[in-house]
């Protein structure tokens, strides 16, 4: 018994080997770029100068405890 030609699973062999051929012609994909020391936020250097002159604010009234 012959499969009916609507049956997905029949494939088209010429559509295969053009794709595949695309597919080999095709630029290798780009690798990512490497990510920035502070991450992709452009405010990161600010966040964390921040964070430390508040850090500093509390060790400096803190007494120098910690």
């Not at 499969?3 to 690798?31: G, I, N």
């Amino acid at each position: 018994m012959r499969r009916p030609k609507s049956d997905p699973r029949v494939t088209d062999l010429r559509r295969y080997r053009r794709e595949r051929e695309r597919a080999r012609r095709a630029r290798p994909p780009k690798p990512p770029a490497a990510e920035p020391l502070l991450g992709r936020r452009r405010n990161a250097g600010l966040i964390l100068l921040a964070a430390i002159v508040v850090m500093l604010a509390l060790w400096a009234l803190a007494g120098h405890r910690f």
